[in-house]
């Protein structure tokens, strides 16, 4: 098994002109990365993570790329961007508190404040607004590119803090891309929960 970044750039060199036993290697070879990224995302480890969540999700992003992955695209960045996606829909199935989110710079936050012994009808109303602030900003997301809704996940949604130069490499695009693509995305997601009136 490819184990040295020599070996891994050769067989995405190969997968990338179709060579389909080579993706096969490849698959295999990133899915223990790819298990370690996925927890880190997930924030599940170890004891963490009986129910092997991490690896299920993991295994959901290697089977989709080899069944859709083409020559000529990018492994690595498919592979990471699947799997991000796949982990965002996992913590969606999650039962967590919301979290604040903060778009940065004078920009909108987004702030869910928790109650120090809630009535059993500010329990129930403080779900409803958490479920309907999480609907408008799964609406808001939905309004990103593709890479812009990935840049923003990876830096902001992860439960691993990652640099903008990190996740350039799991994409495989430059430093200075992925900062545009963050700062695009959380001016477009400001304005969206700003017309929604959700957020300060």
């Known amino acids: 098994m490819a184990q040295t970044d020599e070996e891994l750039a050769a067989l995405e060199t190969r997968a990338s002109k179709g060579d389909r036993r080579a993706l096969s290697e490849l698959c295999e070879a990133y899915q223990p990365r790819l298990v370690r990224f996925c927890a880190r995302f997930l924030g599940l480890r170890g004891a963490r993570d009986p129910g092997h969540t991490a690896e299920d999700v993991a ?3 290697i089977l989709r790329v080899y069944a859709k992955y083409r020559s000529g695209g990018n ?3 498919f592979l990471y961007t699947v799997a991000v996606h796949l982990c965002i829909d996992e913590r969606k199935r999650q039962v967590k508190e919301p ?3 903060d778009l940065g710079d004078g920009d ?3 702030v869910m404040r928790s109650e120090t012994n809630p009535t059993p009808d ?3 109303a403080n779900r409803e607004v958490h479920r309907e602030v999480h609907r408008v900003f799964e609406r808001c997301r939905s309004n990103l590119t ?3 809704r990935t840049v923003f996940d990876l830096f902001v949604l992860s439960e691993e803090t990652l640099s903008f130069r990190k996740i350039g490499k799991l994409i495989g695009r430059a430093t200075h891309t992925v900062i545009s693509r963050y700062k695009s995305a959380r001016l477009k997601l400001a304005r969206c929960l700003k017309e929604a009136g959700i957020c300060e």
């Open 59 to 61: 295994q959901d992003a």
């Open 75 to 77: 492994f690595q960045g």
């Open 99 to 101: 979290k604040l989110i």
């Open 108 to 110: 909108a936050n987004i």
């Open 122 to 124: 500010r329990v129930a």
């Open 146 to 148: 593709d890479e812009e």
